[in-house]
């Protein structure tokens, strides 16, 4: 079977991205690029993800080829191969519908930074992409213009994209995102909320390189 442990990747943290509430239904989805073998391993369409199994991943090529699998893939295929195609430093994409994150999104705002955890996007914001039809190679070419070398933004009246070197990173990141959305939110409820400078996130951006535990 083509790429064996990315399609087990896809399964195991689409149970994750449910089980955390950034996503319902069957909605959302997610892929890892192999870089060396030039396949995609993406979710397939409308099915559970506790009854996706690794066979029901697909492999495709950034083209659209489907190089293995019987399944549809993701009605979000452009969007995933796009990202792949214009940035060279991540392997995994994540696209969800959670909640606070959809709310941005619906009302077309950007995400600045209220909390310094949001210099993990690699940026001091999360930009909102033009709205375009789901599935459609414009969306995916609206959402890589917005994010550029970030690595999240909202998609207008959709939902939140992330990417990162792994699937654990990206849907981390997707979580981080989510949080900070909610913060920002309720915190515009009760009045302006402060945002911090873009001198304090260059700052926080270079402490957090020394974050968590040397590497031996």
């Known amino acids: 079977m083509l790429l064996q442990k990315e399609r087990e990747a896809v399964v195991e943290y689409g149970k994750t991205m449910f089980s955390k509430g950034l996503t319902n239904g069957t909605t959302g989805n997610i892929s890892v690029f192999n870089r060396e073998e030039g396949l995609m391993a993406i979710s397939p369409s409308g099915i559970d993800y506790f009854s ?78 033009k709205y375009a039809t789901f599935g459609s190679q414009e969306l995916a070419l609206n959402a890589v213009k917005a994010m550029g070398a970030r690595k999240a933004c909202f998609l207008a009246n959709h939902g939140l994209l992330t990417c990162d070197v792994n699937l654990g990173k990206a849907l981390a990141l997707a979580e981080k995102v989510e949080w900070i ?27 957090a390189k020394s974050y968590g535990q040397p590497k031996k």
């Open 52 to 129: 996706t199994a690794p066979e029901d991943v697909v492999v495709m090529k950034l083209d659209g080829t489907i190089a293995e699998g019987a399944r549809k893939p993701s009605s979000e295929i452009h969007l995933h191969s796009e990202v792949y195609k214009s940035r060279e430093d991540v392997s995994a994409v994540v696209h969800t519908h959670s909640d606070n994150s959809t709310m941005m999104a619906c009302l077309n705002w950007s995400l600045p930074s209220v909390h310094y955890m949001l210099a993990a996007v690699s940026g001091t914001e999360v930009p909102c992409a």
């Open 181 to 207: 959305a909610g913060l920002y939110l309720r915190t515009k409820a009760l009045g302006e909320p402060v945002i911090l400078s873009n001198d304090e996130m260059a700052r926080v951006t270079e402490r």
